[in-house]
T-cell receptor, first 108, second 115 residues
Framework: KNEVEQSPQNLTAQEGEFITINCSYS?????LHWLQQHPGGGIVSLFM???GKKKHGRLIATINIQEKHSSLHITASHPRDSAVYIC??????????FGTGTRLQVFP | EPEVTQTPSHQVTQMGQEVILRCVPI?????FYWYRQILGQKVEFLVS????????KSEIFDDQFSVERPDGSNFTLKIRSTKLEDSAMYFC????FGTGLTGYTFGSGTRLTVV
């Protein structure tokens, strides 16, 4: 069983739709990261969370430590949001444990 | 905005050859990492490096792999005798965990193809 599970695996949306990507984890964590990976392969850090909620532009990330669950929301989605969104957790060691990612395609 | 720089962006090598992947982490970061992503799979941890030594390594990071910080700015991953299954995207990352908790910064990756 994967320590970090994401859903859905694939997601298509029309421009302007509200999008939610979910992440559940089974290990104790000190922080959870949401990352974005574009087709060229590069990884960009979007958020690092240890509690509550963070917002950056049209992106919102929330985490519920008790339920071991986090969500990434995109409001007013745009075709340029098309990418793979990855949840990764940091336990009590240095390393990140990655989920398998959610491939998002937003159509005009 | 500070960046983690990786070179080369793409390397093709013959099986059995040695390769060195190079990274320049963010200058005031203290923790350095290598991850890899085989095509179509999730990103996997290889090794973390702090205070000039390996702090953690995965099962993947066997005797064929080594890391070095030769000159205080570069951080390298060496694969001594490449195998076909080493073909992957290799990401370097750095962080300031313990000093600022601002998270990770990843490089843009080196795509290694072993033929």
């Amino acid at each position: 069983k994967n320590e970090v599970e994401q859903s859905p695996q694939n997601l298509t949306a029309q421009e302007g739709e509200f999008i939610t990507i979910n992440c559940s984890y089974s290990v104790g964590i000190s922080a959870l990261h949401w990352l974005q990976q574009h087709p060229g392969g590069g990884i960009v850090s979007l958020f690092m969370l240890s509690s509550g909620k963070k917002k950056h532009g049209r992106l919102i990330a929330t985490i519920n430590i008790q339920e071991k669950h986090s969500s990434l929301h995109i409001t007013a989605s745009h075709p340029r949001d098309s990418a793979v969104y990855i949840c990764a957790v940091k336990g009590n060691t240095d390393k990140l444990i990655f989920g398998t990612g959610t491939r998002l395609q937003v159509f005009p | 905005e500070p960046e983690v720089t990786q070179t080369p962006s793409h390397q093709v090598t013959q099986m059995g050859q040695e390769v060195i992947l190079r990274c320049v982490p963010i200058s005031n970061h203290l923790y350095f990492y290598w991850y890899r992503q085989i095509l179509g799979q999730k990103v996997e941890f290889l090794v973390s490096f702090y205070n000039n030594e390996i702090s953690e390594k995965s099962e993947i990071f066997d005797d064929q792999f080594s890391v070095e910080r030769p000159d205080g700015s570069n951080f390298t991953l060496k694969i001594r005798s490449t195998k076909l299954e080493d073909s992957a995207m290799y990401f370097c990352a750095s962080s300031d965990f313990g000093t600022g908790l601002t998270g990770y910064t990843f490089g843009s990756g080196t795509r290694l193809t072993v033929v």
